[in-house]
């Protein structure tokens, strides 16, 4: 079966960093691209991220541009977020999802607060 | 970016009624354009991608139109595990961009 496990969220003060991890397993991981995926409390999806299936091309939103990183480690199936300069508003449950889109984790809670 | 207006933001109906959910994008994304359901403490499931084709395993009362601007998404006759929000999605141009949703809750 297909999954994807997020893991690295948590209370952060703002201006701080901290690195999601996305580790898959159940399919080709080296052959799709992928993406990460907010949601803040209440609010709709709000999408971050993509990285291709070599690294070769990523793409960002404007909100987080020039903050968050995206990568991946093809041999060991784990695809990243760095988060620099974290503010209030990145607070959000942070989802991993294949580059299909059939297929999401469930999702990672990064809470920046002091 | 491509804004992605849904309508309405609420629809409320009985179970065994019909849905129309509208996805209006600011400029044309061809056919690049898929629906998701996502229930309470649930990750987003895909339910409609190129604005038509059903996802594996999505039943045959959700079908999805359109192309342009203009997108639906149709569910036949609505069932109780069917109350849920809906999020419309434009691949077309980066970034990738997101409708704010329409709640379909019960009546």
């Known amino acids: 079966d297909v999954q994807l496990v997020e893991s690295g969220g948590g209370l952060v003060s703002p201006g701080g960093s901290l690195r999601l991890s996305c580790a898959a397993s159940?399919?080709?991981?080296?052959?799709?691209?992928m993406n990460w995926v907010r949601q803040a409390p209440g609010k709709g999806l709000e999408w971050l991220s993509n990285?291709?299936?070599?690294?070769?091309?990523?793409y960002y939103s404007d909100s987080v541009k020039g903050r968050f990183t995206i990568s991946r480690d093809n041999a060991r199936n784990l695809l990243y977020l760095q988060m620099n300069s974290l503010r209030d508003d990145d607070t959000a449950l942070y989802y991993c999802?294949?580059?299909?889109?059939?297929?999401w984790g469930q999702g990672t809670l990064v809470t920046v607060s002091s | 970016e491509t804004v992605l207006t849904q309508s309405p933001a609420t629809l409320s109906l009985s179970p065994g009624e019909g849905a129309t959910l509208s996805c209006r994008a600011s400029?044309?994304?061809?056919?690049?354009l898929a629906w998701y359901q996502q229930k309470p403490g649930q990750a987003p499931r895909l339910l409609i991608y190129?604005?038509?084709d059903r996802a594996t395993g999505i039943p045959s009362r959700f079908s999805g139109s359109g192309s342009g601007t203009d997108f639906t998404l149709s569910i036949s006759s609505v069932e109780p595990e069917d109350f849920a929000v809906y999020y419309c999605?434009?691949?077309?141009?980066?970034?990738?961009?997101f409708g704010g949703g329409t709640t379909v809750e019960i009546k």
């Open positions: 999802a294949r580059g299909d889109w059939n297929h």
């Open positions: 159940g399919f080709a991981f080296t052959t799709y691209s």
């Open positions: 990285i291709d299936y070599n690294s070769m091309d990523t």
């Open positions: 400029q044309s994304v061809n056919h690049y």
């Open positions: 190129d604005a038509s």
């Open positions: 999605q434009q691949r077309r141009f980066w970034p990738i961009t």
